[in-house]
């Protein structure tokens, strides 16, 4: 009994340490402010292919978010849509990313009446080279998703600014006025 207790606890620790050098690696890999951001395209609520290509010259707002119709993420994107006009004055494209389906994306969309883009990454590619796809705990239980996080990119698809471990209400506003406060001093 005393060897087989020992055995599972080697186990269950070589497990833990295998998800701590996944997670250091995905942290490592995420890009950080002054870097290029990764190009990539993947398919809208339409299943319209669409990425960061498709918006040269224009300033960025990528986030990336757990899941459609829960409240964190229905409030994000109900809080970026009401001031989509502001950032569009601003000459800035709103991008929402989730590995949630095409499908789910136009439900959500319709449902809550969102006027900004919604990509779809079922397969966990763009979550993966953003960083954001990492080992989280809740109650006790552990599990991959994605990591509230934000991106700000430039005209130049420079990454300006890095919002990680997003608390919901009052982001979007943040985002808004570091953008106005970027262009001022750019």
Not at 96 to 108: L, N, Q, T, Y
Not at 163 to 177: I, P, S, Y
Request: proline share 3%; aromatic share 10%; with cysteine.
């Amino acid at each position: 009994m005393r060897h087989y207790i020992s055995y599972t606890h080697l186990i269950s620790q070589s497990i833990k340490s295998m998800y701590e050098k996944e997670e250091t690696m995905a942290a490592k890999m995420k890009p950080e402010k002054g870097d290029s951001a990764p190009m990539f395209t993947l398919p809208d609520s339409y299943k319209n292919e669409k990425g960061p290509g498709d918006f040269i010259g224009k300033w960025i707002v990528l986030y990336f978010y757990p899941k459609d119709n829960t409240s964190g993420c229905t409030l994000e994107a109900v809080d970026f849509t009401a001031l989509k006009d502001e950032f569009n004055k601003l000459g800035c494209e709103i991008i929402g990313i989730s590995p949630d389906s095409c499908s789910s994306h136009e439900k959500f969309i319709i449902k809550h009446d969102l006027g900004i883009t919604l990509l779809s990454d079922t397969e966990k590619k763009v979550l993966e080279e953003y960083g954001v796809w990492q080992l989280k705990k809740m109650y006790g239980r552990e599990y991959y998703g994605v990591v509230r996080t934000t991106y700000l990119i430039d005209t130049a698809g420079r990454v300006a600014e890095v919002w990680d471990r997003v608390k919901v209400k009052g982001h979007a506003q943040e985002v808004l006025e570091t953008l106005r406060t970027l262009q001022e001093s750019g």
